[in-house]
Structure formats: structure tokens, C-alpha cells
């Protein structure tokens, strides 16, 4: 029996990308029009970016200061493309709440994710209520900014981009589907995240675990539960993964962080190209990028990589798709694990539902969606500046569990037969943003970010070219682990060489 869910694509491509919110990459995308097309119909005509209004968090400590939310200026534009900077520059915190223990830990364990929507000029003192909570997201500048920020206090982590910067990103966002109520899963980083997309829960972790690196570099955190690809394989249907970075024990990092991915589906980025440009892509392909480490630079878009890399990695994806023999029958689909520090202006609601019933260490009931992110639909099937929403309602939003639920019943499954906890049991599809019939013929004419001129020397240490030798032969959770970790050189040098010596000592053990 022919599938009657999307029944006019049959061939998926899934991209996740790092750490941004939706505001930092696209919240200038409609400043001067608004979307032709909306889902649902009768949801509002306007796309909620930062053109609807002022914003502003107040300076650290000093809440009569309000430092305001802006586009970064042609000015200094070209300066941060010439010299490759990432802005923000260094690695905003990215955990619910942050490391106990790290040296960047300045006030208390409340820096974070929480801090970041619930606190103000000052640190929140503990777990905020959850459950059907009204953030402020005013903590942004305070939980970035600390005392050794001798450049730009700090202000860089309200800065964001506009669609003359990051053409790429902002024409696919134009030409085809948007959404600006899409918020990741929980209020975190990569690991759960990333498990909410392929499994439906995080097992009740609320951060990426506890890394043991510098001990022993063979143990960053797994999920030893099913994934959408079981599923996937459970139907005959054709997958690959297609990944860039080795991440740990070597192998990538979906592969490593989900071991009960069957094995054999694996292959590195170059052969996505060669398969698209000869029409064999699977029904299903999920792309990684090469991680972002310091002194390596990522196509990830994760801070502080110079998002140059991470356009031109998704113009190569899309030019790809688009230039293929399948592509009048294709759904790309873009999106980011989460918003990794940088602002948003939307308060994410507090209506999550607990996949499994677990609670965190810290008594996070996962009952709260992280920030909103970039997720883009792209396909044939897609009318031009179409911006799309839930049809549940504000309290019923997108999240990643939409991808599972949405990507299964498009495979053939039965909703009652995904069986991948609650939240994918009561997450919104997205199908309805399809046409039936091609209405979309876009080619994208997108420019790189490369340099224009000759870069003015670097003034700042996280930029340093000779940190390159440092982490480029270091496996990407290594490389994660210590960008996480350090701020200054000097972190930086005695981190890889921990590093090196608890990885020789684990090889040792092993001997």
C-alpha cells in the first residue's frame, strides 16, 4: 500500500548544525517585508524576529545599564570577515547548569542555560519552576561575560547577524520554509539534545554528562537506547550517515554516542557528493559536520568558529541536493541541536512533556523547551517565504522529537508502533507544510564569507593561528571537551597536554 504521509518525496536529507539560535542567524530575515505564505493558515503574517521590536539585557551587576540587542555593522563586518573571528568569540556556557568545577566557573554553579532565561544584571541562586514558566531571557550578557573579557565586554554574545552577512542561510530561509517557533528539546547542550532528535529522550540527562577525558579520553557519554535509524532499518528502509570528524574510539559521533545504531551504514562526507551528483542517495541521509575545536575550524556554525565555514559547508550540501537527479523528489531539512548561549528573544514555553519520567541530578523535570533554533524546510514541495508553526498551538510547538515522529510516519510507520516516549507520541508534523504538487524551482545564487581585503592583526588570543597544531589530530570530543573548558592560550596548552597524557596512560592500561 502506497504511504499517504508525504507520498511526493522520497528521498530525505537531515542536517544538524551547532549552537545557534534562531535570533543570531536569521532574526533580521523579514526586517523591511514579511512571509507571502504562513502554516497554519491564520497564524500570524508576521515572522517573529528582532525587526518587531527593541531588546535589550541589562550589564552584569548593574541592571540600570541596558545593553541592547543589534545587527552587526558593515564596519565591523568586514572586519570580523577578514580576520575570521567568531562572534561570539569565546564558547558562551552551553549546559542547563554549568561545570562545578571548571577554571571559567567565576560566581556560581548557576551560570548556564537556566541563568540565561531566567536570570538578570544577576546569577539566578538555584533551579528556577519549570512547569509552565515565563523566562525573562535577560541573562544572557551576564552569564557570557566575565572579568577577562578585556575586548567588547562581553557585548559580542548580543550581536547578531543579518541576511547581507550570512547569504547562505538567509536566502534558503527566504526561498523556502522557516520556522520561528521551533525550539529545541530541553534548555542544554549537544549530547541530549542530540538524543531528543534520534531517540525521543535523553535517559534523564540534562547536560552532556560527565566527561572524563583528561582521564580517560575513551568514555564520553552514550545512550544505550533505540534510534530512529533502528526503526528505520526495522522498515527497509535505505539509510546512510554521512560524517566528516572521527569522534571517539573511531568512529563519528552519532555512531559512538548512540551504539545501538546498526552498523555498516556509515561513510565519510565525500561520498554524500559522489551519491548525489549520481542519484544514489538512500530514502534516508543524515549528514554531520566537521566539529568545531579551538585551532580547528568547524563547518558547524558552533561557536567560536568563524561562521564562514559552516555558509559554505551549506551551500556545498544544498548545491549538491539541488543539482542532483533526485531532487524533484527531495525534502532537505536544516536544522541546529540548539542554541548554544547565543540570544533569543522568545521565551521558550514550560508545556514540554517528560519523555520517560525521569528527573535530573538537578531536578530538572524536562518539562521545558530550550530556546527557539533555525530549522529550514527545503524541497520543490515548498512555496517561496513560507514561515511555519505548529498546529497544536503555542503550547504544543515544534521540537526535535518532530523530526522522529514526522520522518517514521513518512517511512510507513504507525504513530502507536514508533514507540520512542511520550514527547514523540505527542509532537506536532510537519507535512502540512508540503505542497502536493512542485512549486519551487529556486536556485540559490549565495556568496562566501571570505575575506575582502587584508586581515588586521588578531588582537585576540582565542584566534591565535598557532593553536592549530595543538587540536587538529585530537578526536572531536577531545577537541568539544577542551574548547568547552578553556578560554586563554595558556588553559589551552596545559589542557591537550592532560589531555595527551591521560590518553597514553588509557592506550598503557590497554597494552
Avoid at 500570524?44 to 521590536?53: A, E, H
Avoid at 577578514?82 to 568569540?89: A, D, E, K, S, T
Avoid at 519523555?355 to 538537578?362: A, L, T
Amino acid at each position: 500500500m502506497p504511504n499517504s504521509f508525504m507520498p511526493q518525496i522520497k528521498n530525505i536529507v537531515f542536517l544538524m548544525l551547532e549552537n545557534r539560535s534562531l535570533d543570531n542567524l536569521l532574526g533580521w530575515l523579514y526586517e523591511h517585508d514579511r512571509p507571502e505564505n504562513v502554516h497554519p493558515r491564520g497564524s500570524s503574517g508576521d515572522y517573529d524576529g528582532l525587526q518587531k521590536g527593541k531588546y535589550f539585557n541589562p550589564r552584569p551587576n548593574n541592571p540600570d545599564q541596558l545593553v541592547p540587542v543589534v545587527k552587526i555593522s558593515d564596519v565591523l563586518w568586514k572586519e570580523i570577515r577578514n580576520n575570521q573571528w567568531g562572534i561570539p568569540y569565546y564558547d558562551p556556557w552551553e549546559a542547563l547548569k554549568a561545570y562545578p568545577n571548571d577554571p571559567r566557573q567565576l560566581y556560581n554553579n548557576w551560570q548556564g542555560v537556566m541563568n540565561q532565561f531566567y536570570g538578570d544584571a544577576t546569577i539566578i541562586p538555584g533551579l528556577p519552576v519549570t512547569k509552565n514558566g515565563h523566562p525573562g531571557m535577560q541573562g544572557f550578557l551576564q552569564d557570557y561575560y566575565d572579568s577577562r573579557m578585556i575586548t567588547w565586554q562581553g557585548d559580542d554574545i548580543l550581536w547578531t547577524y543579518g541576511p547581507e552577512q550570512l547569504t547562505t542561510i538567509n536566502s534558503l530561509a527566504r526561498n523556502f520554509a522557516v520556522s520561528d517557533r521551533w525550539f529545541c528539546s530541553l534548555p542544554s547542550e549537544t549530547n541530549p539534545n542530540r538524543a531528543y532528535s534520534l531517540c525521543g529522550t535523553s535517559l534523564g540527562q540534562e547536560d552532556n554528562g560527565p566527561w572524563y577525558l583528561l582521564s580517560n579520553p575513551h568514555v564520553p557519554q552514550q545512550y544505550d537506547t533505540d534510534t530512529i535509524f533502528n526503526r528505520l532499518t526495522t522498515l527497509g528502509k535505505s539509510w546512510k550517515l554521512y560524517y566528516s570528524d572521527v569522534w571517539a574510539n573511531d568512529v563519528s559521533y552519532t555512531e559512538y554516542t548512540f551504539p545501538r545504531i546498526p552498523h555498516g551504514y556509515s561513510t565519510k562526507i565525500d561520498s554524500f557528493y559522489q551519491d548525489a551528483r549520481a542519484g544514489k542517495l538512500p530514502e534516508f541521509s543524515y549528514i554531520e559536520p566537521t566539529w568545531t575545536g579551538i585551532g580547528t575550524d568547524g563547518t558547524d556554525y558552533h561557536p567560536p568558529s568563524f561562521v564562514g565555514a559552516g555558509e559554505e559547508f551549506l551551500l556545498n550540501v544544498f548545491t549538491a541536493l539541488r543539482n542532483s537527479p533526485q531532487w524533484k523528489d527531495m525534502l532537505f531539512i536544516v536544522t541546529f541541536d540548539e542554541h548554544g548561549g547565543t540570544y533569543d528573544h522568545v521565551p521558550p514555553p514550560g508545556t514540554a512533556i517528560n519523555p520517560d519520567g525521569q528527573v535530573s541530578e538537578n531536578g530538572f523535570k524536562f518539562d521545558q523547551f530550550g530556546a527557539r533554533v533555525p530549522t529550514l524546510l527545503i524541497s520543490p514541495y515548498i512555496a517561496k517565504e513560507t514561515v511555519f508553526r505548529s498546529e497544536n498551538g503555542p503550547d504544543e510547538p515544534y521540537d526535535h522529537t518532530s523530526f522522529i515522529k514526522t520522518i517514521l510516519m513518512w517511512a510507513g510507520m504507525k504513530q502507536e508502533d514508533i514507540q520512542l516516549f511520550k514527547r514523540v507520541d505527542n509532537a506536532p508534523t510537519f507535512e502540512g507544510v508540503l505542497s502536493d504538487q512542485r512549486v519551487n524551482d529556486t536556485t540559490l545564487s549565495a556568496t562566501a564569507c571570505t575575506p575582502t581585503g587584508e586581515a588586521v592583526p588578531l588582537h585576540l588570543a582565542g584566534a591565535n593561528a598557532e593553536l592549530r597544531p595543538l587540536l587538529g589530530d585530537l578526536p572531536g570530543a577531545a577537541r568539544k571537551f577542551i574548547l568547552a573548558k578553556c578560554k586563554t592560550k595558556e588553559e589551552i596548552v596545559a589542557a591537550v597536554a592532560d589531555y595527551r597524557k591521560g590518553a597514553k596512560t588509557a592506550g598503557d592500561s590497554h597494552d
